[in-house]
């Protein structure tokens, strides 16, 4: 079973940046392509960030220019570099895997809170 574990979230101001960061156990992320998401409050959970095993990637407009995405399958460790936040940018961001392209596998961790506001 994989598990992943999310950390680097807090608080930033607006125009500041955070680097998030998702740990893999039990599994080797360099089989799947890996994503991020996240959830504002009281709105549905949605896809930010995908990068392909062989590291394309693919972002939610909403974040393209700001958000990069990267990969270290020797740290099992998958990145997500968000620069120029945004109060908009505020909730709890996940990362998942995909075998097919489009199809989430697993159960969720649990999430890392990231808050923009002055």
């Known amino acids: 079973q994989v598990q992943f574990v999310e950390s680097g979230g807090g608080w930033v101001q607006p125009g500041g940046s955070l680097r998030l960061s998702c740990a893999a156990s039990g599994s080797a992320i360099s089989t799947y392509h890996m994503t991020w998401y996240r959830q504002a409050p009281g709105k549905q959970r949605g896809l930010v960030a995908r990068?392909?095993?062989?590291?394309?990637?693919n972002y939610a407009d909403s974040v393209k220019g700001r958000f990069t995405i990267s990969r270290d399958n020797a740290q099992n460790t998958v990145f997500l570099q968000m620069d120029n936040l945004k109060p908009e940018d505020t909730a709890v961001y996940y990362c998942?895997?995909?075998?097919?392209?489009?199809?989430?596998?697993?159960?969720w961790g649990q999430g890392t809170q990231v808050t923009v506001s002055s």
């Open positions: 998942a895997r995909e075998f097919q392209l489009g199809i989430r596998l697993g159960d």
């Open positions: 990068i392909t095993r062989i590291g394309t990637t």
